[in-house]
C-alpha cells in the first residue's frame, strides 16, 4: 500500500513540531468512527468533522456535498483494509485531507485528497472517479497516483519522475496533497525498520522538503524538516530538545517582555495591529545554535506583527526603528520584492540594552496565510477571477517562478539524466536573489548566478546573441557574478546566427544555462575546433619585419625646407588640429595640440611650427577596440573594417581577460574622412563594445 506507516514517531511527540500550527488530532479515534461507516445521506460523517470544521474556517461558503460523497467511497473502498499500526486504512487519507483543510486548500484539492490511495490500493477506477467527482478530480488523483509509483532515490527513475513531474506541474494541487500524505507518513514511521525510515527520509530531505520550500508552504516544509532531523541525527535532535525544554523551564522570557514593549509603541502609535511569539522549529533552533554558539532567551523564537493592509507594514517598521534599536544589517523588504515562492514580509531586528536581539517579522494577515500554505492558499488555479479588479488580481498559483522555470527547462534537457541532475543541484539551492531590469521587471534567480543566468532567465535560446551587460550602470562581462538587488541590462548582438560559447558553461548555474548551452554545442560539434581557432587568431602578434612605410598624410609646414613627420605618440590624422616642433636633421614632428608631449615640450621652452593639413587626404591611424569574446569576433572585425576601405598594416589582440578582450589596429585609409564611418562600422559587429583613437600619451607615462 502506499501509506505504509504506523503509530506516531516520536520526532513529533517533543512539544510536537506540528502542535505549533494545529492540535494533534486523535487518529485512532477517527478509525473507529469511520469502523461506523457512511453516515445517512442527509448529514455529514462524523469522521470528517474535523475535516469540515477546519475546511469552513477558510471557505465559510463551500459546497460540503462532494465531500460527504467521496469520503463515502474511500471509506467503503478501503474498507477491511488496515496500517501497520492496526489503524483503518481510512484514518491515512482523513489525515492527509485535515492537514491540507487547516491550511485552506479548496474544496476540489480536499476532494481529490480523500480519494487520493483509492485508485492505487482499491478496485476504484480513474474512470469511476471522474464520473461521480468530475474531470478535475480525476485529473489530480491521476497526478498523485503517478507520483506513488515513483522511486525519488533511484538512479535508474530519472525519466519516470521527469514525467510525472511534467504531468503534476500543470496543477501544483497534485504536488500540495503528495507532500500532506508525505508529511502524514513521516509523523507515522515509528515501527519501521531504522534503515527504511533513514531511506524515506533521506528522500525527503533530498527532494521533497526543497519542493514545499519552492511552493511556498513552510508550515509542511518546517515539520518535514523537524521529523527528518529525529530520524537522521538523533543526536544533535535530542540535544536541541533540551534546550527547548531548559528554555521553556525559565521564569523570565526576554521574548514575551520584547513583544509587550512592541505592543505599547504600536497602541501609543494608533496602528492596529496583533503581536505574536512565533517559537523557531527544532532545525531553526539548531541551525542558530550553530552560528552563534551559546543561546539566548530571545534565539529560540521571533515577533510575528500583522496588520491588515500593506501601507501599515511600513508603518509598524518605521516605529519600530524610531522607538527601538534597530539592527540594520537585519532589514529585507520582500514585500516590494516578494521571494520566488511568493512569500512577502518585512524582516527587521531590534536590540534590548542588555544585548538580546529578537528578530520581528511583520505582514497582513492575507500575507501570513501564504507564508504558511504557499500555493495551497491561493485557491483553485482554474476558478474564473472575481469581477472586481481588486479580487482578481492574483498571482496564478500554476506557475511560480521557480516551478515556471522547471517546466522550460525540462523541455530543452537532451536526456533524462541531465534533467536528473540539474533538478537536484537545483533543489539544493536553498536561496535565490532578485536582480532588476532596465524596464523595471525582476529576474529570480539562485545565488551565485551570472549575467549569463540572467540572459538565459530573460531571454531563453536567443540569449545566444548575448555579448555583454552592463551592471548597475557598469559594463561587466557575462561570468558576473549578481547580488542581491542588482540592475542588469543585457546586451544583445544583432546577428541571428550568434553562439554561445563553451565557456559560459563554465559561468552557468541554472539548470535553464546550461541546457540551452549543452544543447546547442552537442548540436554543433564544429563550434569547438572554430572557438580554437579564433583563440589562436587572437594570440598577439609582431609586426611585420621590413613592412613597407604607410603613406603620410600631405602636411604644409611653416618653416622652408623642413620636412613633416606624424608624431607615433597621438598618430594625428586630418581633420586633427595639429601643432608642430622642429627636431634634427631638418624635421618638423606632427602632434595633435592636445598631445601630452605638447605640453611637455612647450613648459621645456621649445618653439612651435606651424603645420596645416594639405590636399593629400590619405592618412594612416591607430585604433583601440574593446569586445567581448565569442566565436569568430575577429573574422567579423576585421571583415567590416575591410568593407570601409582600411587596410590594416599591425593588429594586437590581448589574451582575453575575464571575456573581455583589448584590440588595437594600426590601418591606412584612402580618406581621412572615412575614420568615422570606420568607427560605426566596428562598434556595429556584436560583441564590440567601444572603439576609440589610440589615446594622447599622458605625462610620465
Given amino acids: 500500500m502506499s501509506a505504509e506507516a504506523t503509530n506516531p514517531a516520536t520526532p513529533g511527540s517533543v512539544a510536537g513540531p506540528a502542535a505549533r500550527w494545529r492540535a494533534r488530532i486523535d487518529l485512532r479515534r477517527l478509525g473507529r468512527a469511520a469502523l461506523l461507516g457512511p453516515a445517512a445521506r442527509d448529514r455529514l460523517p462524523d469522521a470528517i468533522g474535523h475535516v469540515v470544521d477546519a475546511h469552513r474556517a477558510h471557505h465559510p461558503s463551500a459546497d460540503l456535498e462532494p465531500l460527504r460523497r467521496a469520503y463515502v467511497l474511500a471509506e467503503s473502498s478501503h474498507r477491511g483494509q488496515m496500517r501497520k499500526s492496526g489503524e483503518p486504512y481510512i484514518t491515512h487519507p482523513l489525515a492527509v485531507t485535515l492537514i491540507l483543510a487547516e491550511l485552506g486548500a479548496e474544496t476540489t484539492t480536499l476532494t481529490a485528497s480523500l480519494l487520493h490511495d483509492t485508485v492505487e490500493d482499491t478496485d476504484v477506477t480513474l474512470d469511476q472517479v471522474g464520473e461521480q467527482f468530475g474531470e478535475e478530480v480525476r485529473y489530480l488523483v491521476d497526478g498523485v497516483t503517478k507520483l506513488e509509483k515513483v522511486d525519488y532515490g533511484a538512479a535508474a527513475e530519472p525519466e519516470t519522475f521527469r514525467k510525472m513531474l511534467v504531468a503534476t506541474g500543470s496543477d501544483v494541487r497534485v504536488m500540495s496533497i503528495k507532500l500532506a500524505d508525505r508529511l502524514h507518513n513521516m509523523r507515522t514511521l515509528g515501527v519501521m525498520r531504522p534503515e527504511k525510515q533513514a531511506r524515506i527520509a533521506k528522500v525527503t530531505r533530498d527532494v521533497l522538503i526543497p519542493l514545499a520550500e519552492r511552493l511556498g508552504v513552510q508550515a509542511l516544509k518546517t515539520e518535514l524538516e523537524d521529523l527528518v532531523f529525529a530520524i537522521l541525527h538523533p543526536e544533535e535532535?535530542?540535544?536541541?530538545?533540551?534546550?527547548?525544554?531548559?528554555?521553556?523551564?525559565?521564569?523570565?522570557?526576554?521574548?514575551?517582555?520584547?513583544a509587550d514593549e512592541v505592543r505599547g509603541h504600536l497602541r501609543e502609535a494608533d496602528i492596529q495591529a496583533e503581536v505574536l511569539i512565533r517559537p523557531r522549529h527544532f532545525v531553526s533552533v539548531h541551525r542558530v545554535s550553530r552560528k552563534r554558539g551559546e543561546l539566548r532567551g530571545a534565539d529560540f523564537g521571533r515577533l510575528l506583527v500583522l496588520v491588515t493592509e500593506d501601507a501599515d507594514c511600513y508603518g509598524v517598521l518605521g516605529e519600530l526603528h524610531t522607538c527601538m534599536t534597530p539592527v540594520v544589517s537585519e532589514f529585507k523588504d520582500f514585500i516590494a520584492v516578494p521571494k520566488f515562492n511568493l512569500y512577502q514580509s518585512l524582516h527587521t531586528a531590534v536590540a534590548r540594552a542588555d544585548g538580546q536581539v529578537a528578530e520581528v517579522l511583520i505582514r497582513t494577515h492575507q500575507m501570513h496565510k501564504v507564508a504558511e500554505a504557499g500555493v495551497i492558499a491561493l485557491g483553485n488555479p482554474y476558478a474564473p477571477a472575481a469581477d472586481d479588479p481588486a479580487d482578481g488580481e492574483r498571482v496564478d498559483p500554476t506557475k511560480p517562478g521557480w516551478l515556471s522555470r522547471l517546466l522550460d527547462w525540462q523541455e530543452a534537457a537532451p536526456d533524462p539524466d541531465t534533467f536528473w541532475s540539474t533538478l537536484r543541484e537545483d533543489l539544493a539551492q536553498d536561496r535565490e536573489i532578485t536582480v532588476f531590469r532596465p524596464d523595471g521587471g525582476t529576474l529570480g534567480l539562485p545565488e551565485g548566478a551570472t549575467c549569463v543566468d540572467a540572459a538565459y532567465a530573460q531571454y531563453g535560446e536567443d540569449a545566444h546573441a548575448?555579448?555583454?551587460?552592463?551592471?548597475?550602470?557598469?559594463l561587466a562581462t557575462?561570468?558576473?557574478?549578481l547580488q542581491d538587488g542588482d540592475t542588469v541590462q543585457l546586451l544583445m548582438g544583432q546577428d541571428p546566427a550568434s553562439e554561445p560559447s563553451r565557456e559560459w558553461l563554465e559561468h552557468a548555474h541554472t539548470p535553464a544555462a546550461r541546457i540551452a548551452i549543452q544543447r546547442w554545442l552537442a548540436t554543433h560539434p564544429e563550434a569547438d575546433a572554430s572557438e580554437e581557432r579564433d583563440r589562436r587568431a587572437s594570440a598577439p602578434r609582431p609586426a611585420p619585419e621590413g613592412a613597407v612605410a604607410p603613406p603620410t598624410p600631405d602636411v604644409v609646414v611653416d618653416q622652408p625646407g623642413a620636412t613633416a613627420r606624424l608624431a607615433?605618440?597621438?598618430?594625428?590624422?586630418?581633420?586633427?588640429?595639429v601643432t608642430g616642433f622642429a627636431v634634427r636633421g631638418g624635421v618638423v614632428t606632427v602632434h595633435r595640440v592636445e598631445c601630452s608631449a605638447v605640453a611637455r615640450m612647450k613648459s621645456g621652452g621649445r618653439a612651435e611650427v606651424g603645420v596645416r593639413w594639405g590636399d593629400t587626404s590619405e592618412c594612416r591611424v591607430t585604433l583601440l577596440a574593446e569586445s567581448f569574446g565569442r566565436p569568430h569576433l575577429l573574422a567579423d572585425l576585421t571583415e567590416a573594417m575591410a568593407l570601409e576601405g582600411a587596410e590594416i598594416v599591425s593588429a594586437t589582440i590581448e589574451p582575453p581577460d575575464r571575456q573581455r578582450v583589448k584590440h588595437s589596429y594600426t590601418v591606412t585609409l584612402p580618406d581621412a574622412a572615412l575614420l568615422p564611418g570606420l568607427m560605426r562600422a566596428m562598434r556595429n559587429v556584436p560583441g564590440v563594445y567601444d572603439v576609440s583613437r589610440a589615446q594622447p600619451q599622458t605625462p610620465g607615462a
Fill in 568 to 577: 607615433g605618440c597621438c598618430t594625428p590624422v586630418p581633420p586633427d588640429e
Fill in 478 to 481: 557575462l561570468s558576473t557574478v
Fill in 237 to 258: 535532535y535530542e540535544h536541541t530538545r533540551e534546550l527547548i525544554v531548559d528554555n521553556a523551564s525559565r521564569a523570565d522570557d526576554p521574548l514575551a517582555e520584547i
Fill in 466 to 474: 548575448c555579448i555583454g551587460a552592463r551592471v548597475n550602470g557598469r
